[in-house]
């Protein structure tokens, strides 16, 4: 039956129900294929959210204050290598060869001078030794300069950071609402409808919507201006930023002293302490200036004209000992000295600044931490409080009014801790940051 059956079937007929199913099934392929691509395409779109951690790494490569120090650091390497030229010998090649009128006959001309000079710097007055720890001094302060700027941006990144993570948490604490003040919305419109529930009272979360909605336009624009900031910092499109806030609670603001001794040692401290170290060498060398300087120069001819054209070498010493200049040496002196004291002082003053920028962040964070466990617990009583006026609400033991207030204090006690908590890390990270 099945051969008679297929027998009976036109060859016609065969070919054309296979190329229709071969055409399905490229169909099929081609449809799989699609798919795929649009959804590995969408994924590639969506941006994975950026931690602390990464921004900083994008902020770093992207920027330009560590760039320009660290080619101030390269030319503070190069002057200290050409502070070195002081006290090394110095060799040249000097070559000459004289024309002149010869009417007479009483002198030469096309004499010529081949030598090679040199010149030893013996002694001058310790400036050229000074010159060379200055040039090491100022080395180690570009180096220092490097990691105040750098911890100044991770100051400036973190406070951005958790200027976006506020943003984000009131927005979300906006969209929670929404659904809060709608779904009571939706419930009194039905209670109206059926009489139970007066109109002023669906009114009064209507107006509630539309204050709410105000609140949501200033939290976009809170946000975009953290995203602005952010995407500044790191070189990122503000539309492909987004943020997860990974790190941990502290447990406690920890032990003062701790930060305090940490801070002394801290980059821009140490920078300030090198400009006393650079600048007790410019005294020193000042001080040299009264001091007399001591050269040896030597020269080999190649080539010697004259009546000493025998003579193939010659080596000169000599002393220069400065005795009156006006008093110039001595105000240079008096000027190092007023810098020498200025600097010192601007040590002191850098102390006691770093220490009370230190004290202001540990009070911070002290009083972030207490006020996150009291909004903690006001959001617990306040939840608790909301869910018993709903039941009470529906038996009619309340009205409408007492649930409204209990809703916007709970919402209200949810923004706070959820500030207070992000106020916690943040107090945290540039406590950190400031005691580095």
Known sequence: MTN????????????????????????????AVCVFAAV????????????????MSLAEANSSELKIQSEKLKQAGYAYAQA????????????????????????????SDSKFTFRQPIFYG??????????KALVRKEELQYKTLHRNLEAVLTSAFYDLA???ADMANVKNSFKLLNERLGELKDRVRLGKSRRSEALAVESQLATLEANEQKSYYDRSKAVEALAFLTGLSPDSIAIIDDAPLPPGPGDLRKYIEAVRDRSDIEAARQDIVAQSYRLKAAKGAFLPTVNLDGSFYHIRSGSMADSRWETLLSVELPLFQGGARRSVVKQEASRLMQFEESVLFLERRT????????????????????????????????????????????????????????????????????????AKALLDITAE
């Open 4 to 31: 008679s059956a297929a027998d009976a079937v036109p060859d016609s007929t065969l070919n054309l129900l296979l190329c229709n199913m071969k055409d399905y099934k490229i169909f099929l392929c081609s449809s």
């Open 40 to 55: 590995f395409v969408a994924a590639q779109e969506i941006p994975a959210p950026l931690t602390l951690r990464r921004c």
């Open 84 to 111: 070195w030229s002081g006290v090394w010998p110095a060799a040249g090649y000097e070559y000459a060869k004289l024309y002149r009128d010869t009417a007479g006959g009483a002198y030469q001309t096309g004499l």
């Open 126 to 135: 310790f400036r050229n030794t000074s010159a060379i720890s200055y040039a």
């Open 166 to 168: 506020l943003a984000d």
């Open 355 to 426: 220490e009370t920028e230190v004290r202001g962040y540990y009070r911070l964070l002290d009083s972030s931490l207490k006020q996150a466990a009291a909004y903690g617990k006001a959001y617990d009583k306040a939840g608790e409080s909301y869910r018993i006026q709903i039941k009470d609400y529906r038996y009619g033991l309340v009205n409408n009014l007492d649930v409204i207030q209990a809703m916007t204090g709970m919402l209200e006690a949810k923004k706070n801790l959820d500030r207070a908590l992000i106020e916690v890390k943040s």
